[in-house]
């Protein structure tokens, strides 16, 4: 696949540069920068991506199938991100349902799908990645909870341009895989990673909460949970995981 890659210094957000250029984009194109001003977490909460030393990068993908076809896109992207760190020598990061790569118990990346598009027809997909590689004390001291990153993961500087390139490829070829197969692929790789597989977990759904024991994710991406009324299915949009 030859792509474009628009590189910047600074840009407000990777994710949002590629939504506003929706029109010039073909799938496998991406974006990078060595800083964000306005970084994106999910549901409006910040990415601290103010100082360079780490990857952000997003992707543009389109699927075909439309928004009913992207359900557990960004499983299959966190899975993708495993392997790609695989590639490259870096073992032992875990999957945290829907959108987080784990060290232990640090968050080391995150991942933000963003979408457009109307039912029935192709939708256009954005897949940001923010992957931690050298934080930096400025920027670890805004960060509000346990994080890592991969230099302290592997006790040495890692090589941004092979990490990119990693990234790209693997989620070039992954999501060649999902556009033509789906989820399926996928499942059984997210259960080898999944940091929360068999451990008491609590799930937030706003102002309530259901506890249980994580059961892995259904064919659709849906997190299950064994509770004392059965095993039950949450979708993403809603709702939060935590250990319990
Ligand atoms: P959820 O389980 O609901 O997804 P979350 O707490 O993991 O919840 P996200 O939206 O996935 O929330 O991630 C955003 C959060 O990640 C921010 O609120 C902040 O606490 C944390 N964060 C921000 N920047 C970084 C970073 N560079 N490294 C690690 N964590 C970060
Ligand atoms: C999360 O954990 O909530 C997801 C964080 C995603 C951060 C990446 S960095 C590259 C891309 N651009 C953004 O503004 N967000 C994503």
């Not at 543009?60 to 020598?89: C, K, N």
């Not at 073992?91 to 995150?110: I, M, R």
């Not at 039950?232 to 319990?244: D, I, K, Q, Y």
Request: hydrophobic share 40%.
């Amino acid at each position: 696949l030859s792509s474009s890659v628009y590189l910047f210094d600074e840009v407000e957000s990777t994710n949002s540069f590629l939504l506003q250029n929706l029109g010039q984009l073909a799938s496998g194109d991406c974006c990078l920068a060595e800083r964000q001003s306005q970084g994106r977490g999910r549901r409006g909460r910040q990415w601290i991506s103010p100082y360079a030393g780490s990857l952000y990068l997003s992707l543009y993908w389109r699927l075909p199938g439309g928004v009913a076809q992207a359900g557990g896109l960004s499983l299959v992207v966190g899975v993708l991100l495993v392997d790609a760190l695989e590639s490259l020598g870096i073992t032992g990061v875990s999957v945290k349902w829907p959108n987080d790569l784990y060290y232990g118990e640090a968050k080391l990346a995150g991942i933000l799908v963003e979408m457009r598009g109307q039912y029935g027809e192709p939708a256009d997909m954005v897949i940001g990645c923010g992957i931690n590689v050298n934080l930096g004390v400025d920027a670890a001291a805004e960060i509000d909870r346990a994080w890592t990153d991969l230099r302290l993961v592997t006790g040495e500087p890692v090589d941004r341009n092979r990490l990119a390139n990693a990234v790209i490829r693997h989620l070039q070829q992954g999501l060649t895989l999902f556009e033509a197969q789906g989820l399926a692929p996928f499942i059984e790789r997210w259960r080898r990673h999944d940091r929360y597989l068999g451990k008491p977990v609590r799930i937030l759904l706003g102002e309530s909460e259901v506890l249980g024991v994580a059961a892995g994710i259904d064919a659709n991406g849906a997190l299950l949970l064994e509770t004392e009324d059965g095993i039950r299915a949450f979708n993403s949009g809603e709702v939060s995981l935590r250990p319990l």
